[in-house]
């Protein structure tokens, strides 16, 4: 099993192994690195029962995996996951999920006006963080969290990647009615929380 880069003698959970392993058998490079994995779980493991988690990009289902992670046991959650890319989509989906996960192949926004409210979300696609993130905000239940990475500027990053990451991270950090903070952790984070 790979370990986690930032404690390379800590192991990833079986489910987020095996989605790696998926993953770099499509030559898949943009799944959910550890140190956000961690912190969805940890956050997954405090939605409410009865809650609700939206990801935003499965990819081949790292996140989701870590998410699962985060829920243990439970299956009072209902985990929705939508990724745009049917072939990602068709890996994900691939796998062995618990019944109460939902993967979605589409354009999460033509499908969000349709998906109700969430005390947990993870925006990891350019539809519901680049383009529609008001509609992202709008979907978090009362003080729902939203979680957005990839947020440390790259130097592979186009003019375009920076600027819709800073209107992305100035609209977070100045939205009334979100509470945010900016985490160094992984490829940069932006956590909110919806008042």
Known sequence: MAGDSACPSRA???????????????????????????????????????????????????????????????SDVELVSIELDPAAHARAAGADWPAFVRLLQGDVLALLGELGRFELIFADAQGGKWEGLDRTIAALAPRGVLVVDDMTPQDWWTAEHRAHQERVRHTLLDHPDLVTAELAEASGIVVATRR
């Open 12 to 74: 990833l959970p079986p489910r987020v192994a095996a989605a790696h392993a998926r993953a770099t058998a499509a030559g898949f490079t943009l799944s959910c690195e550890p140190g956000v994995g961690r912190l969805l779980a940890t956050l997954a493991a405090a939605v409410p029962a009865g809650g609700r988690i939206l990801e935003m990009g499965t990819g081949v289902g790292a996140g989701t995996a870590w998410l699962l992670e985060g829920l243990g046991a439970r």
